[in-house]
């Protein structure tokens, strides 16, 4: 039996259809710069592969000729390799999907929003805010009651702000957190990332001196004061020994846990190691036995008298005297300082990015992503009855093999999008997978669609991304051309070359006058891991093993790499030191790449320019051949494929190109 509702899914998948059609007709009208056999080459796309490979050069009208020469021979070999179908090669396909794999996250992002959370971050960061805080709980799963009760007081509270009572005070009166008693709801410096952000958000609304209407979170509800604000103290990283001692614990206790934290400070006063004494004596389980070095962390992350003890700190390795917490004594030693950034340059953005992308937060640049990819992809769900939606699911929960309700089936149509439709079926499996298995806990039917709607929007965008990513399909595109390029050439040029013994003789003998000697020597080449190793090989050399010289190289293991040969004397280390002389030894040189150490023993000197033998010659011979054969292959590429460059657009490219 047909489903009513494919008619009306048909048609809306011919509207989306022509759409896109409509979107891939618009992106044709791009300026073309030229063709290959037909096929069109835009001007945006050779403007991002030169500044791409063109990093420094001035975008002139000769720059730009000489560049779009090299890109067309390049696109050229590229057109041959798709004729004779390498990108059909399993290799290529895989080598390909890895790469589509592994560089799609980072265009999986919403880049407007990111933005602006990074730069959000980099202005709060600049100040400190000194918050109190009244906090008005509500009880797990609360009822209607629950919360108008925890209204109720927390507007009674408010109230009370606005008639003019202190808020310390109101606060010790209404506020449900234990510590409010005592504290006055002072909670202390706080910085970004100190609070959830939607808290953060509501303490840095307030200006100094202002305090919040009643904020609603999932715990309950709260009212922030900004009791006085100041420059970001940064970040610090110190190492603590700490002396505890249990909640609650009575005077005496606590001051012989005193006396003892002041008799380790004292030792360290007297230079005793502090790495050491942590070990000993620090009751910090993850920290002492790495010298109790904590994370570098900044305001808001310790109670308030350690940070403020551990920021009064005055330079690297100054030590604290034992400073009181509820956990104990504790000595601090400051490792080192990092200030707050104060321009927004690449540097900063990048490390608060990073700290964006781990927080929360980033849940805000992740919807902002869904939204786009909503109406770029045209994401449609299936007229379907909500309620008809929910019965079936909850039926097909109780009993798996529940097979159909109404017009509904396992094949019916959820969610569609212009390339790829979600069946009941999937929609099933997904909620089964994710739905608890105890009735009352968790996400209703209604937000667990919705939760799968987003997945599925993100998985078909990613699978999709190249045609709504522009930047990304290039990078796609240049990685796969490039494959192709490399597949081709080994097939035409390289492999050939380096095959072609009688072509290589030929070409030889034909321009054997090319292939000369410099200035050269025999010799032999050592390359040694370090200066300690170059000094014992040579030393054996010189106490008589030079004679059998590779037996003495290969004894010393792998960390002596030796060669034998005829170079010119820019090839051999230590020449730049002075003209060598046969039967001695160059001096050593580092080779800062690796930090390896190279010399050389000479064998013979040929100070005459002399002409090269085949065999000496033959890796030039091989590099040169592949040239020429290249050259032959292009220019049969241009007979088979004719090139067209559009002079008025080649002439109209900016003087500074697109990035």
């Not at 303490?203 to 006085?228: C, D, T």
């Not at 300082?337 to 608060?352: E, N, W």
Request: glycine letters at 6%; one cysteine or more; aromatic letters at 12%.
């Amino acid at each position: 039996m047909q489903n009513p509702n494919d008619n009306r899914l048909l048609n809306n998948r011919v509207i989306l259809f022509c759409i896109l059609l409509l979107v891939t007709s618009c992106g044709l009208k791009a300026q073309t710069l030229f063709t290959i056999d037909g096929t069109p080459v835009s001007k945006e796309e050779f403007l991002k592969a030169f500044t791409k490979n063109n990093n420094g050069v001035a975008a002139t009208d000769k720059a730009y000729r000489d560049y779009l020469e090299l890109y067309i021979r390049y696109k050229l070999k590229v057109k041959a390799a798709y004729a004779a179908q390498l990108d059909t090669l399993p290799a290529q396909r895989t080598e390909l999907q890895n790469f589509r794999s592994q560089v799609a996250d980072t265009y999986m992002k919403d880049q407007e929003s990111l933005d602006r959370l990074v730069k959000e971050v980099f202005v709060r960061g600049q100040k400190d805010i000194r918050l109190a805080h009244i906090y008005i709980a509500l009880p797990k799963n609360a009822s209607p009651a629950d919360t108008l009760r925890a209204y109720e007081k927390a507007m009674a509270a408010y109230n009370e702000l606005k008639k003019g009572k202190n808020f310390g005070q109101t606060a010790a009166g209404f506020s449900d957190d234990p510590t409010a008693k005592l504290n006055k709801g002072e909670i202390g410096y706080i910085t970004v990332f100190s609070l959830p952000y939607e808290l953060e958000n509501l303490a840095w609304s307030l200006g100094p001196g202002q305090w919040s209407k009643p904020y609603r979170s999932k715990g309950g509800y709260h009212i922030f004061k900004n009791e006085g604000e100041r420059k970001a103290l940064g970040r610090v990283k110190v190492a603590q020994i700490l002396l505890s001692f249990p909640p609650g614990a009575p005077a005496p206790v606590r001051e012989a846990v005193r006396q003892k934290a002041d008799s380790i400070y004292g030792l360290l006063q007297l230079g005793g190691d502090f790495a050491a004494l942590a070990r000993t004596y620090s009751s910090d389980n993850l920290s002492f036995q790495n010298g109790g070095e904590l994370p570098e962390f900044g305001i808001g992350h310790y109670d308030s008298a350690f940070e403020a003890t551990a920021f009064a700190l005055d330079r690297d390795g100054a030590v604290s005297r034992p400073v009181a917490t509820d956990f104990g004594y504790h000595i601090i030693k400051r490792l080192s300082r990092k200030a707050t950034p104060l321009q927004f340059d690449d540097q900063a953005k990048a490390a608060i990015r990073q700290q964006v992308l781990n927080d929360p937060r980033v849940e805000i640049s992740r919807q902002a992503l869904f939204n786009r990819i909503y109406h770029e992809t045209g994401l449609q769900r299936a007229d379907i009855p909500e309620a008809d939606l929910w019965a079936f699911t909850d039926s097909v929960f109780r009993n798996p093999r529940f097979s159909s309700y109404g017009n509904l089936t396992n094949s019916t149509v959820v969610i569609l999008y212009p390339q790829r439709t979600y069946s009941m079926r999937e929609w099933l499996d997904f909620a089964h997978i994710t739905r608890p298995t105890k009735a009352g806990i968790g996400l209703t039917d209604k937000e667990l669609f919705q939760r799968y709607i987003e997945r599925t929007a993100m998985d078909y965008y990613r699978s999709h991304l190249e045609q709504y990513n522009k930047d990304f399909a290039f990078q796609l595109t240049e990685f796969k051309e490039g494959n192709l390029l490399f597949e081709i050439m080994q097939r035409k040029i390289w492999d050939k070359a380096s095959a072609d013994s009688a072509g290589l003789v030929k070409y030889y003998e034909a321009h054997k006058g090319k292939y000369w000697w410099s200035a050269s020597a025999d010799a032999l080449l050592f390359t040694c891991n370090n200066t300690g190793t170059a000094e014992a090989l040579k030393a054996r050399l010189a106490a008589g093993a030079i004679g059998s010289w590779r037996l003495a190289a290969d004894s010393m293991g792998a960390s002596i790499q030796a060669d034998s040969g005829r170079y010119e004397l820019g090839q051999i280390p230590g020449t730049a030191f002075g003209a060598p002389v046969a039967q001695t030894y160059t001096e050593f040189t580092g080779n800062k790449a690796d930090n390896t150490v190279s010399f050389a023993y000479i064998l013979t000197v040929h100070n005459n320019r002399e002409p090269r033998n085949y065999h000496d010659a033959r890796g030039f011979v091989i590099n040169d051949y592949q040239g020429f054969l290249e050259e032959q292959w292009v220019e049969s590429l241009r007979k088979e494929y004719p090139v067209k460059v559009d002079e008025q657009v080649l002439k109209a490219l900016p003087s500074q190109p697109l990035r």
